[in-house]
DNA sequence: TCTGGGGTCCTAGGACCC
DNA sequence: TCTGGGGTCCTAGGACCC
């Protein structure tokens, strides 16, 4: 354990245990999909690890000795190779990282039902309802730490407060390996030291305004009149900045994300091995997109009626192009011919482009989509063509059947040889 | 060889209707 | 003839999160 997180524990021991409204607790696990990439080597146990990949990848996690070299997550795999020429680079390995984090989330559940799972690694749980089992929150989070480590052999760290926000805020100053609860009458104590980047919501476009102000610490933040902030962020960022500067936060613990909450929307994108400026290869790009959103919306379930394109070019300048159609879809011929419209539209010549990218927003369930029926359309080709393609998708996998124009091989820029992995970050 | 891929939410302007 | 607001939908962009 280190340190910082020695003294986490300790401050949160040296705590009353029973802080009455403090029942929001946050756990994130350490390093996630690094952790779980070494729980099974030990060899590599004290090495500088990282999980990304790609030339032009990101570091999605890096292990505490990578950190010490100055990596982080975000970073460009580039700089961090940079950074630290040692370190054992691997890529993340989903299937198991999912199997571990539903594991994890199964585990919260026994103590609460009510768990809002964030993203892969972290969750909120509400534990008022658990108070006649353990004897406060702080042994919630005693106890879930000591569990998972003995499940899955890899640390997480824990907050415990009366908001959702501040919860989060005392699990990132616990890590790794901490638990910190924060009690009413302290609250302003913990967070008005705090950088305003810290805070979540802040992110470096916010940040460097809040520094073109003058304001740097959350206690800064709280002591600028609320109509300063709107004026600089907006009315509803700058009222809300404004309350989490001095722990005031309306959020509640909502499980999410039930069978019967749908997704708004559904989308990919792709980072071309190599820019290009060939429309073929595009093309080729935006069918096989619109050939995995529509899959998706299907399997899911659900249909759209929003397509939006978006190209990133060269420099990262990045443009969307949207239209809303007459009926909700799934299918790939009008998913892609939309993106394709809307790409020519563009009118770019020879513009490098760096990522395409196809989504499909304003989703509703299909059943309670109407589709009106065109006279000159085949009445159900497409549909039971591809009903049979998912079909065979179920069975052999994502790419069993596909557009022919994607399945000749071919060397250009998009050669699947050259694509980026599907990835996703830990923060 | 800087900078992925999956999302959500907010803002702002214009069209259009009442 | 001149000119109101309010509400909703659509589009584009941007910020943020993991």
């Not at 513009?351 to 299909?366: K, P, T, Y």
């Not at 557009?403 to 980026?420: E, N």
Request: proline content about 4%.
């Amino acid at each position: 354990m280190s340190a910082a997180a020695e003294v986490a524990r300790t401050v949160a021991v040296g705590r009353r245990a029973d802080d009455g409204g403090c029942t929001v607790v946050h756990v994130d696990m350490d390093a996630f999909y690094a952790s779980v990439a070494i729980r099974d080597r030990p060899e590599l146990h004290d090495l500088p690890v990282i999980v990304g990949g790609g030339h032009r990848g990101v570091v999605l996690s890096a292990t505490y000795a990578a950190r010490a070299h100055g990596v982080h997550s975000a970073m460009s795999m580039t700089r961090a190779r940079r950074l630290c020429p040692r370190a054992v680079i691997i890529a993340p390995d989903f299937e198991e990282l999912s199997v571990v984090s539903s594991s994890v989330m199964e585990t919260f559940r026994t103590v609460t039902p009510v768990v809002e799972v964030l993203s892969m690694d972290e969750a909120f749980l509400d534990v008022s309802g658990s108070l006649l089992r353990f004897t406060s929150p702080m042994a919630v989070g005693d106890y879930l730490r000591a569990r998972i480590y003995d499940e899955q052999q890899i640390t997480c760290s824990v907050g415990v407060a009366a908001t959702p926000t501040l919860a989060k805020l005392a699990s990132q100053r616990a890590k790794p390996d901490g638990l910190l609860v924060v009690p009413r009458d302290e609250v302003t104590a913990f967070l008005h030291p705090m950088r305003v980047e810290e805070l979540w919501g802040v992110g470096e476009a916010t940040a460097t305004q809040l520094h073109r102000l003058g304001l740097r610490r959350v206690g800064d933040l709280a002591h600028t009149p609320v109509e300063v902030l709107q004026r600089a962020m907006g009315h509803r960022s700058g009222a809300q900045l404004h309350a989490l500067a001095w722990g005031v936060d309306d959020r509640v613990v909502t499980p999410r994300r039930g069978p019967d909450e749908p997704e708004r929307s559904i989308g990919s994108d792709e980072t071309f091995g190599r820019d290009t400026d060939d429309e073929v290869v595009v093309r080729r790009e935006l069918l096989r997109l619109s050939t995995k959103v529509a899959m998706r919306l299907r399997a899911a379930g659900v249909c759209g009626r929003t397509v939006t394109l978006k190209v990133r070019f060269h420099d990262f300048t990045t443009i969307t192009r949207s239209r809303t159609l007459h009926d909700a879809t799934s299918g790939t011929p009008e998913i892609y011919a939309t993106a394709v419209d809307l790409f020519s539209r563009l009118g770019l010549e020879r513009a490098r482009i760096r990522l395409v990218g196809v989504r499909v927003e304003g989703l509703v369930d299909v059943t309670l989509a109407t589709r009106q029926l065109r006279l000159d359309e085949p009445a159900r080709g497409w549909e039971d063509a591809e009903r049979a393609v998912d079909l065979a998708a179920n069975r052999f996998g994502g790419s069993a059947v596909q557009p022919a124009t994607l399945l000749q091989r071919f060397s250009g820029p998009a050669g699947r040889g050259q694509r980026q992995p599907t990835t996703r970050r830990e923060r």
